[in-house]
Structures are given as C-alpha cells and as structure tokens.
C-alpha cells in the first residue's frame, strides 16, 4: 500500500511540470510586456535604420575599428539627430549599386541588362559621433547572490563531461557554449554565473547534437527560457534580464510555446541532476 504520507515518484515528477509551465507561462506575459512597451518599440525603430552588413563589409568593419559596436553613414547619423565629430576618419565598406538599361537587339527587339557594381563608401561608428541619446533596451545583470546553486550547475556540467572554465570575458557576452566546454564570466555575482551556466548547458544539451533546424533567435529563446526555469525552481529570480534578453532576440510568447516540451524537458532534466544525492542545499 502506498505511503499516505510520502508524495510518489510520479506525483512529484507531475509537480514539476505544472511547476515549469507555470514559471513559462509567467516568462512568456514578461516577454510579451517588453516587446509592447513604448521605449521597446522606439528602439526597434532606431533599429531598423541600421544596415545588416554582408560578411565582407563586416570583416572590414572589424579590421579597420574592432571596438565599433553601431555604424551607419553620415546622412543616418544625421537622421537619428547625431553629428559625425569634425576630423573623425571614416570606416571604409563596399555598397552595391545595382544598374540596369535597356538596348536594341539584333532582331530590333527591346531587351534589359541589368546586373551590380560596387563602390567605395565611409560609414562611422556611433563613437564618433554626438548628439540626442539613442533609445535602449537595459539588459540588467543578476547580482544575487547563489554560491549553492552555482556549485551544484558544476556538478551537473561535469558529469555530463563538459568542461567549465570561469575567466573574465570582456566585449560581449557572459559565456559561451563550445560542445563539451563552456566558458563563464566570472567578473558578476555568481548568481549572474548560475545563469549563465545554465543557459549554456541548455545550449549544450538542445542545439549541438539536434539535427532539426533552428535559427540563432530561436537557440537563445529556449537557452534563455531553461535558465529562467532552472534559476527560478531554486529560488533565483531573473525574470527582468530573461525577459528582455529574449525579446531582444525577436521572442515572444508565441515562439516560446512553440517549444515549451524541448524547454520543459530540458530545464526538468537539469533540475533533476542538480536535485541528484551530494548536491549542496540551496541557502534561503
């Protein structure tokens, strides 16, 4: 006869899932919140004023100033109420200028060329320029304290056989997900690193191995959702930077129910690893 007084494997395992989709269900109104908000859309609108540069021009954005992080051309700047400083050198790019005309065949009739040339351009960073403040998106940090919970995402990296390496990184993201290592940011608190080590392990265990396709967006949304889940199931709250870190990568609530089983499933497993026996206990 079953015990009156000890919840069965299969109860608990049912918790967790209304648990989970709860704590998803939560994320998924926060990220629509975001995506609504006045300053988002203002910055979506900035945004979108801003060329995507072919891999090329990129390369050549890179060699020429690596510290450029927002670059258009003089007549954008000024669009966006900012002034190129006197004296600030240019970025040179490639722009293409597609031409066409039409000409008389051989047989009298009308026939179109068409085809594209490039041409030498300068662009600037927003560095070298002044002017009205550009609208922004914060991403805050977690600066929470979670010692436990970072040692125990440790455990679970290791026996899963993958490498952590906590180092300072600078210029961009706070870790990064190698196949069988991840890189951790180790200059923020560590409840800041227990997120970010469970965003990579989620990208560890869903977007190296799966073969379905999948975009760069929708990689961070279910990476950034597990770590939501994980953080918030041991007491860790990091709804405001989840939240907009996913909307800040085209998320939204549709997209993130689209994938609730891989991200409840993963986020399930990784609890479970950490809840395995030798795992330190979480301090209130």
């Known amino acids: ?58 390369l050549l954005i890179c060699m020429q100033r690596p510290d450029a992080t927002q670059v258009a051309g ?21 722009a293409p200028c597609p031409w066409k005309h039409e000409k008389e065949s051989d047989t009298g009739e009308t026939e179109t060329e068409q085809g594209i040339y490039f041409k030498a351009v300068h662009v600037f960073d927003v560095a070298q320029t002044d002017g009205d403040e550009l609208p922004t998106v914060s991403v805050p940090t977690v600066d929470s304290a979670a010692d436990d919970l970072l040692a125990n995402l440790l455990r679970v990296a290791e026996s899963r056989g ?13 870790g990064a997900s190698k196949h069988g290592s991840i890189d951790v940011d180790n200059q923020h608190a ?11 392990l989620a ?30 199931h041991f007491g860790l709250d990091t709804e405001v930077r989840s939240s907009r870190y996913i909307a800040l990568w085209d998320g939204d609530s549709k997209a ?3 994938s609730l089983e891989r991200i409840a499933d993963t986020a399930r497993d990784i609890i479970d690893d950490v809840e395995a026996p030798g795992a330190k206990r979480q301090v209130a």
């Open 162 to 174: 993958i490498a952590v390496d906590f180092r300072p990184v600078s210029g961009g993201p706070f």
């Open 256 to 258: 993130l129910r689209a």
């Open 203 to 232: 990208h560890e265990a869903l977007h190296w191995e799966d073969k379905g396709p999948f975009t760069r967006s929708l990689a961070e949304l279910e990476a950034e959702s597990v770590a939501y889940v994980v953080c918030l």
């Open 1 to 58: 006869m079953p015990s009156l007084l000890k919840p069965s494997t299969k109860d608990k395992a049912k918790a967790l899932r209304q648990r989970i989709d709860d704590s998803l269900d939560g994320l998924a109104k926060a990220v629509d919140d975001v995506r609504a908000s006045e300053t988002f859309r203002q910055f979506l609108d900035v945004q979108a004023r801003f060329h995507k540069y072919s891999w090329h021009n990129t």
């Open 74 to 94: 003089y007549r954008t700047w000024l669009k966006l109420g900012r002034q190129v400083r006197k004296g600030e050198g240019g970025i040179m790019i490639f």
């Open 190 to 200: 560590t409840g800041q690193q227990s997120k970010t080590l469970a965003h990579e």
